[in-house]
């Protein structure tokens, strides 16, 4: 009998393991709105990159397109981004001047979508990935 249990002790706990504990798709990252951000309906003109503590504006340029972030912090030393931070589910940025955007990031798409909505649940907007192709995203 001791021995029973403790093969189905065994048992068990190998049936129960497994080698790959990641329940993301492949080609899913991590929610998370850190990395660089095109505004849907603004491809050609703007992205958003978010760094740590920053939310940087770039614009492009009609002959290179968009610059790297230090390409333009390089160019714009005088230009500081916008601070953000979390409020809850709530995304905080600082727009100075007293104003502020407080939108919730809804992520889809193997989280390379956003669709923001703001505190009232109204649709604000959708934001994705560089690189990521909108039309295979439902």
């Known amino acids: 009998m001791k021995k029973l249990l403790i093969l189905l002790v065994l048992a068990s706990t190998f049936i129960g393991c497994n080698e790959s504990v990641n329940t993301l798709e492949p080609d899913t990252i991590y929610q998370s709105i850190l990395g660089t951000w ?4 603004f491809e050609n003109n703007v992205r958003y990159e978010f760094t740590e503590e920053k939310r940087y504006t770039l ?3 009609d002959e290179a397109g968009f610059p790297s972030l230090a390409e333009f912090l390089e160019e714009n030393p005088g230009i500081h981004g916008n601070e953000y931070y979390y409020d809850g589910e709530t995304i905080v940025v600082d727009l100075h001047f007293g104003n ?9 798409c193997g989280n390379f ?11 604000w ?9 909108m039309s295979e995203c439902n």
Do not use: M, Q
């Not at 095109?38 to 309906?41: C, H, K, L, R, T």
């Not at 979508?113 to 649709?123: H, Q, S």
């Open 38 to 41: 095109v505004p849907e309906g």
């Open 59 to 61: 614009y492009a340029s």
């Open 100 to 108: 502020e955007s407080r939108l919730v990031p809804n992520y889809k």
């Open 113 to 123: 979508v956003i669709d923001w909505t703001n505190e009232d649940g109204e649709e």
């Open 125 to 133: 907007g959708t934001y994705f990935r560089v690189g990521h192709d």
